[in-house]
């Protein structure tokens, strides 16, 4: 079976960093996807890691320990618009390649 | 920019009915996939399809099946509607390269009275 987990809420301010945090445990792994959701729209893609370590895209930082099924986005500089969800995904292999199994997602709101 | 179109925002049916949810993409990609996104539960695949004709179960496929019969176009039936699938229904496309993202239509909120 597929698990992933991650916090369903968090809250920070303007200006902070936040950490949101993502475990897996799936039966084959071939990559970890993190994407933006806001109320009422489709998800955006943000950040793709297939190996360890800390990928950066500007404000945005996503990190990948693969031995300890963990990954981690970090948002800095926060604003009022990066008040969303974000979806971990975890990419199958094989027969069902391109296949995602995604977490429920972490509420994220960002007060002034 | 890859465009995936899902043929209705809203949508309203009755119990009982057969609902058709349609979604085309202009890419060309091979895998295309049908969520529903429920408060509390997150997104969850009812089937994928990763060639015309060719279609896979995912996770939730019960009172539901799957048209591919052009590789753009990816349809969505609901053989029977029942008001447990009243929910927010995305479709979404990637092409053949594992580390590629999927891209996302902006979803039909389907209610079924």
């Known amino acids: 079976g597929q698990n992933i987990d991650q916090p369903t809420e968090m809250t920070a301010t303007e200006g902070a960093i936040v950490q949101i945090n993502c475990t897996y445990q799936t039966s084959g792994f071939n990559g970890l996807f993190w994407y933006q959701q806001h109320a009422g729209e489709a998800p955006t893609f943000l950040s793709y890691?297939?190996?360890?370590g800390l990928e950066e895209k500007g404000r945005f930082s996503s990190f990948l320990s693969r031995s300890k099924g963990y990954s981690y986005l970090l948002l800095k500089e926060l604003q009022m618009k990066d008040s969303a969800s974000y979806l971990c995904?975890?990419?199958?292999?094989?027969?069902?390649?391109?296949?995602?199994?995604f977490g429920r997602g972490t509420q994220l709101t960002v007060w002034p | 920019d890859v465009k995936v179109t899902q043929s209705s925002r809203y949508l309203v049916k009755r119990t009982g009915e057969k609902v058709f949810l349609e979604c085309v993409q202009d890419m060309d990609h091979e895998n295309m996939f049908w969520y529903r996104q429920d408060p509390g539960l997150g997104l969850r695949l009812i089937y994928f399809?990763?060639?015309?004709?060719?279609?896979e179960k995912g996770d939730i496929p019960e009172g539901y099946s799957v048209s591919r019969e052009k590789k753009e176009r990816f349809s969505l039936i609901l053989e029977s509607a029942s008001t447990n699938q009243t929910s927010m229904y995305l479709c979404?496309?990637?092409?053949?390269?594992?580390?590629?993202?999927?891209?996302f239509g902006d979803g039909t909120r389907l209610s079924i009275l």
């Open positions: 979404a496309t990637t092409g053949i390269q594992s580390n590629q993202p999927q891209h």
């Open positions: 890691n297939v190996l360890d």
């Open positions: 995904a975890v990419l199958g292999r094989g027969s069902t390649l391109g296949r995602l199994y």
């Open positions: 399809s990763y060639d015309v004709k060719m279609k």
